[in-house]
């Protein structure tokens, strides 16, 4: 079996090399302890989708609330028969060169019996695919009340494959080039939110703004859900940044704790900017803050130390802070801020990661990891971008991707389910039904 499927995601590189000389001596064995971490993480991960469904849907109208949550909902099909089909062996195939993996694993054939470091390579899939339906399901926070739900699904098709699927082969592949450069992601900065977060701006911007905006407000219609989806989040993060050592080991540890000192202070951080002068600390701005310091830590969580983590929390909801506050500025009607939570704070974590990576001692001298840190970035923000803006003109030249006005001012769920998320009398649009005698 070849090193990148023993060795391939989310290691330093000291790590990879010492791996690399162990490896040549002696053969993999399965690790029962490690392999039901790695099917709990698995799980928590894929948690993590339907709390983005509720965070979503309690920040939009009541008239879209399950069209959003639908957006969330449906990566799952999607992005889970894809990856199945393509979208592991794109990333992780054996054999593959510095910009796609092997096709060798096309239908998941060829791994059983195998074994990624002590796990079955079967329940690394499964974790992989996690990821990356995930990933497609951020997006569509940037296009929820006006986007077509069939153009959303074949876009995010398109995306999975030739977007998302080639850039996690290049940074968290063996054979990936921004691997051998010595990238640092643990868990996704790069492959996930900064690639997601640029893709939501560029499918907002290409859209248009919703009808109104931005003299009409449009405010979240329930904030419980808002608070319920965060708190989804951040449990599922566990699995997500601690299950990306791939082991339950030392590194799983600190991911562990660093996953819950970064999104702390950044929901600190959140409301006191929002405290500031007049504000007031508001739930919205706590859940939005943990969920910036999630993402933030997330490339960084097992290479910087736990104190460093605080900083990493505070300086990723500082900026994401600042660039909602600008949001009218960009001239984009990115509706729940995607990109400001997620690229901004990608990018900071991302670049937070070289920085800091000294305290735990990982990566490479602080200059040279710096380049490697923007040059990943960079690349991201550009391959994900100009790749949406492709694909979204490809989709709109199959089929319209906006809704008609006329279903948009009404709301997208009947038009587009034939459903809605709230009876008449709970939306106040109709009498209230009253029971019993008094």
């Known amino acids: 079996m070849k090193l990148n499927r023993v060795l391939s995601f989310g290691l330093p590189l000291g790590l990879m090399l010492a791996g690399a000389a162990f490896a040549a001596d002696t053969k993999p064995t399965l690790n029962s302890g490690d392999t039901a971490w790695m099917l709990a993480s698995a799980a928590l991960v894929l948690l993590m989708t339907p709390g983005l469904a509720f965070f979503y849907g309690g920040l939009t109208r009541t008239q879209s609330v399950l069209n959003t949550m639908m957006m969330s909902i449906v990566s799952i099909g999607v992005v889970g028969i894809l990856w199945t089909l393509a979208g592991y062996t794109i990333a992780f195939g054996e054999g593959g060169s510095a910009l796609i993996g092997g096709f060798g694993h096309l239908g998941l054939a060829g791994l059983a019996d195998q074994l990624t470091g002590s796990i079955p390579t079967y329940v690394f899939a499964a974790f992989q695919a996690m990821f990356a339906i995930i990933a497609l399901a951020l997006i569509s926070g940037a296009v929820v009340e006006r986007m077509r739900f069939g153009a959303f699904v074949l876009f995010g098709a398109l995306w999975s494959l030739l977007i998302y699927a ?67 989040l951040w449990f599922g993060w566990m699995g997500f940044n601690a299950g990306s050592a791939v082991a339950a080991n030392q590194q799983a540890g600190l991911a562990f704790i660093t996953t819950l000192i970064a999104p702390a202070a950044a929901m600190l951080t959140w409301l006191l900017w929002e405290s500031s002068g007049d504000g007031k600390p508001t739930a919205v701005g706590a859940a939005t803050g943990l969920v910036v310091g999630l993402v933030a830590i997330t490339p960084a969580c097992a290479f910087v130390s736990p104190l460093a983590s605080i900083l990493v929390g505070v300086l990723g909801a500082s900026a994401s802070y600042l660039t909602v506050q600008a949001k009218h500025r960009m001239g984009a009607d990115d509706s729940l801020d995607v990109f400001a939570c997620h690229g901004v704070a990608g990018i900071v974590g991302a670049l937070l990661t070289g920085a800091l990576a000294f ?54 769920d009947i038009s587009a389910h034939s459903e809605q998320g709230y009876s008449e009398s709970e939306t106040g649009l109709g009498a209230p039904v009253f029971l019993g005698g008094d």
């Open 166 to 232: 080639p850039l996690a082969h290049w940074v968290w592949s063996s054979d990936g080039w921004l691997f051998k450069m010595g990238a640092l992601d643990f868990a996704g900065g790069t492959v996930i939110h900064i690639s997601a977060g640029i893709s939501a701006l560029v499918a907002a911007i290409v859209l248009g703004p919703r009808i109104g905006f931005p003299k009409n407000a449009h405010v979240p219609h329930n904030v419980p859900l808002v608070l319920l989806g965060a708190g989804l």
């Open 359 to 412: 305290t735990t001692g990982s990566g490479k001298a602080w200059d040279a990891q710096m380049l490697v840190q923007l040059i990943s970035v960079v690349t991201s923000l550009v391959w994900a971008g100009v790749g949406s803006f492709i694909l979204l003109k490809i989709v709109a030249a199959i089929m319209p991707l906006r809704l008609p006005a006329s279903q948009e001012i009404a709301g997208i």
